[in-house]
Nanobody, 121 residues
Framework: QVQLVESGGGSVQAGASLRLSCSAS????????MGWFRQAPGKEREFVAA??????WYADSVKGRFAISRDSAKNAVYLQMSGLKPEDTAVYYC????????????????WGQGTQVTVSS
């Protein structure tokens, strides 16, 4: 059974940094594209970032502030978030799909339970 477990969320002040982690089990994800999505209250879930074996992609809203990385040996994916803004407040989800990139959440098959990030001004 595939399981993705996020951690690292919390409540911070604007301008602070957080590092989210996603630990995967039940399958080796090294050949998969892994993504981070987020959902703010009252809004649809949106793409944040994704990473393949050698390439990463970012939503325009986080480009230059967030960095996605992975450790294939640990079957883990990370999201380093810097310069956090109140509008980054959301539940952040880790997700996995096949080997090709997509920013469409409907194409991601495996999902974690989410971790809350709250940024206050």
């Amino acid at each position: 059974q595939v399981q993705l477990v996020e951690s690292g969320g919390g409540s911070v002040q604007a301008g602070a940094s957080l590092r989210l982690s996603c630990s995967a089990s039940g399958r080796t994800f090294s050949n998969y594209v892994m993504g981070w999505f987020r959902q703010a209250p009252g809004k649809e879930r949106e793409f944040v970032a994704a990473i393949s074996r050698g390439t990463s992609w970012y939503a325009d809203s986080v480009k230059g502030r967030f960095a996605i990385s992975r450790d294939s040996a640990k079957n883990a994916v990370y999201l380093q978030m810097s310069g956090l803004k109140p509008e980054d407040t959301a539940v952040y989800y880790c997700a996995g799909r096949g080997p090709s990139y997509s920013d469409d959440e409907k194409t991601y098959r495996d999902w974690g339970q989410g971790t809350q990030v709250t940024v206050s001004s």
